[in-house]
C-alpha cells in the first residue's frame, strides 16, 4: 500500500495524535501497519513513540512504516531516558530512517536535565519537549522546551490548573497521553489483573492507578455510564478529549476499532453530563 492508496481525511485531525508504545510489544509489525495506516486514513498528523517502547521496536517498526508510505505533513515525536549530559540519538535516527527529529522529549525528570544545553545544541531536532514533568521543573528547564507530555485521565492526572496556566503564559504545548488509564477506567480490570494487558506488562502501572482515589473517580465513571447507556470508554476518551487547554491527546491501541472510538468520543460534546465524572475541583 501506497500513501495514495489510503483515503484522505477532510482535514489534519490536531487534538487525536496516535501513541506507538503498542507497536512491536503487543501487536506485531502487520498489524502495526494496519493502525498507523488507519490513523494516516482518519486524518491523524501527530505519532509519538520512544526508544524506551519495545526496546527500540516501536521506532523501527513506525521507521519501516514512513519509509514505505512516505507520508507528508506528519510530526514524528520521540523521547530519550536520562542522563542527559551525553545524549545520543542516533539510534532512533538510525531506526526511524531520519535525518532529523521532529520534537524530542526528554523522558523524564532527571538532575542533568539542567545540564543538557550543549548536549542538545548538537542534536538534529527541531523541537524539544518534557515529558512526566512538574511546573518546578518545566520551569526550571528554561525557554528551549515548548511542548510537554503528562499522564493525563479521569483517575490520575499530572496536569494541574497551574501547570496549564504556566504553559499559555509561555506558549507551551500540551500532550496528554493515557485517556483510558492504560485500561483502568474501562473496569475491566476490577477482577484482577487481565492477562496480556498494559498492567501485566508493566506492573509499575499499578501503582499508579490501583489506589483509593482511583477507584472512587472508577466507582463514579461507572455509575454515570450506567446512568446514562454509553460505555465508560466512551465517556472517560470524551472526558480527556474535552478538556480545556490540552493540545493533543495521545490514543493508543492495538486495532483500528481502538482509534475509531476516540473519534467517536471526540464528536460527543455535552458538558454538563461530563461534568457529573468530576469527584473534586482537581479532577
Known sequence: MTTSDIPS?????????????????????????????????????????A??????????????????????????ATKILPPYDRIDITPSLKRLGAEQIDLLYLHQWHDTALQA???????????????????????ALGPRFSVIQNNHNLAVSDVTAALRDYCVANDIAIVTYSPLGAGFLTGKHQNGVQ????FEIIPG??????????????????????????????????????????????????TPAHLDQAFAALEFDDPALLAQLTLDADA
Open 9 to 49: 481525511a477532510l482535514e489534519p485531525v490536531r487534538r487525536i495524535g496516535l501513541g506507538c508504545v503498542t507497536l512491536g510489544r503487543e501487536i506485531d509489525e502487520t498489524d502495526s501497519f494496519a493502525l498507523l495506516d488507519h490513523a494516516l486514513a482518519r486524518g491523524v498528523t501527530h505519532f509519538d513513540t
Open 51 to 76: 526508544a524506551a517502547y519495545g526496546g527500540g521496536a516501536s521506532e523501527t517498526i513506525l521507521g519501516k512504516w514512513l519509509a514505505s508510505r512516505k507520508p507528508e505533513g506528519i510530526t514524528i
Open 117 to 139: 544545553s550543549a548536549a542538545l545544541d548538537r542534536l538534529p531536532v527541531r523541537r524539544f519537549g518534557a515529558s512526566n514533568v512538574t511546573l518546578d521543573q518545566l520551569r
Open 195 to 198: 492477562a496480556g494487558s498494559r
Open 205 to 254: 502501572h499499578q501503582q499508579v492507578y490501583f489506589h483509593d482515589k482511583a477507584y472512587q473517580r472508577l466507582a463514579r465513571l461507572e455509575a454515570v455510564a450506567q446512568r446514562t447507556g454509553h460505555s465508560q470508554a466512551h465517556l472517560a476518551l470524551a472526558w480527556a478529549l474535552h478538556q480545556p487547554g490540552i493540545d493533543t491527546v495521545l490514543v493508543g491501541g492495538r
